[in-house]
């Protein structure tokens, strides 16, 4: 990992209709590692991603990349940020109309425009190092839950991007497909290389595969470190939290 962190946010707000969301973010993605992002439900994690990947845009403070501020980044610039990103949802967003084949092309038939030879080479050879070559040709209402998984991730690598966001990707996985899916993805780091950073609220489990962690409470970073400094860690509510323990002011309203 290099030293100036691939992103930096600073003073990051945001609110809609008038409710505050982010109140002033300050946190760092190191370049090359997995960035846990946790708190508790309804705190503006997934907000954040979308505003480090641009589909927000922020009532105040700056997102730098590289050392870049991207407020002040040309057009193009910021074209050129976002083909380098990548985004896999939630709810994984597959298209139950078209073939698993086509839901990992889509990226690059729309986005980077790929002549049709060129698709079909990177998405045989994303299938086959994620092992999805003998279902290209099904439908994702055909496929088990965790093979959806594969198939939003592959979507998500075939454009060979820098930065990945991963909004929640172990929702609703019972908790064996859950460790499944937290080491495909870091498997796949390690493999090709890319920065992460990923939503969760499975603890422990997340720090097994994070370099870097960061708690999101009431709009704010509470606290950011390492997954082992963490552990360590004398600040109330991030105790609380990782014990599982509700907040008092959560009781009292």
Same mark, same amino acid.
């Given at each position: 990992?290099?030293?100036?962190?691939?992103?930096?946010?600073?003073?990051?707000?945001?609110?809609?209709?008038?409710?505050?969301? #982010?109140?002033?973010?300050?946190?760092?993605?190191?370049?090359?590692? =997995?960035?846990?992002?946790?708190?508790?439900?309804?705190?503006?994690?997934? =907000?954040?991603?979308?505003?480090?990947?641009?589909?927000?845009?922020?009532?105040?403070?700056?997102? /730098?990349?590289?050392?870049?501020?991207?407020?002040?980044?040309?057009?193009?610039?910021?074209?050129?940020?976002?083909?380098?990103? !990548?985004?896999?949802?939630?709810?994984?967003? #597959?298209?139950? !109309?078209?073939?698993?084949?086509?839901? %990992? +092309?889509?990226?690059?038939?729309?986005?980077?425009? *790929?002549?049709? $030879?060129?698709?079909?080479? &990177?998405? @045989?050879?994303?299938?086959?190092? /994620?092992?999805?070559?003998?279902?290209? +040709?099904?439908?994702?209402?055909?496929?088990?839950?965790?093979? *959806?998984?594969?198939?939003?991730?592959? &979507?998500?690598? =075939?454009?060979?991007?820098? /930065? =990945?966001?991963? $909004?929640?990707?172990?929702? @609703? /996985?019972?908790? %064996? &497909?859950?460790?499944?899916?937290?080491?495909?993805?870091?498997?796949?780091?390690?493999?090709?290389?890319?920065?992460?950073? #990923?939503?969760?609220?499975?603890?422990?489990?997340?720090?097994?595969?994070?370099?870097?962690?960061?708690? #999101? $409470?009431?709009?704010?970073?509470?606290?950011?470190?390492?997954?082992?400094?963490?552990?360590?860690?004398?600040?109330?509510?991030?105790?609380?939290?990782? +014990?599982?323990?509700?907040?008092?002011? $959560?009781?009292?309203?």
């Amino acid at each position: 990992m290099t030293s100036q962190p691939m992103i930096e946010i600073r003073g990051l707000t945001k609110a809609f209709a008038g409710q505050p969301v #982010l109140r002033g973010v300050d946190m760092t993605v190191p370049e090359g590692a =997995v960035t846990a992002v946790i708190g508790k439900s309804g705190e503006g994690k997934s =907000v954040l991603l979308k505003h480090i990947i641009g589909l927000l845009k922020p009532d105040a403070g700056d997102i /730098l990349f590289q050392g870049q501020a991207l407020s002040v980044a040309g057009a193009a610039e910021r074209r050129a940020f976002r083909r380098r990103c !990548s985004y896999m949802f939630q709810n994984m967003a #597959l298209f139950d !109309s078209i073939t698993v084949f086509d839901n %990992i +092309a889509l990226p690059l038939r729309e986005t980077a425009r *790929q002549p049709e $030879d060129e698709v079909a080479e &990177r998405v @045989g050879a994303m299938a086959a190092r /994620l092992e999805l070559s003998g279902i290209l +040709a099904k439908f994702p209402s055909q496929i088990s839950g965790g093979m *959806q998984k594969r198939v939003a991730l592959a &979507r998500a690598l =075939v454009t060979e991007p820098g /930065l =990945v966001l991963f $909004d929640e990707p172990t929702t @609703g /996985l019972d908790p %064996i &497909r859950k460790a499944a899916v937290l080491a495909l993805i870091d498997q796949s780091r390690r493999e090709f290389g890319f920065t992460a950073v #990923l939503v969760s609220h499975d603890i422990p489990d997340v720090f097994g595969v994070a370099g870097h962690v960061a708690m #999101l $409470d009431t709009g704010r970073i509470v606290w950011e470190g390492s997954p082992e400094a963490i552990a360590a860690c004398d600040d109330p509510v991030v105790r609380r939290f990782l +014990a599982g323990q509700p907040d008092p002011e $959560d009781a009292d309203s």
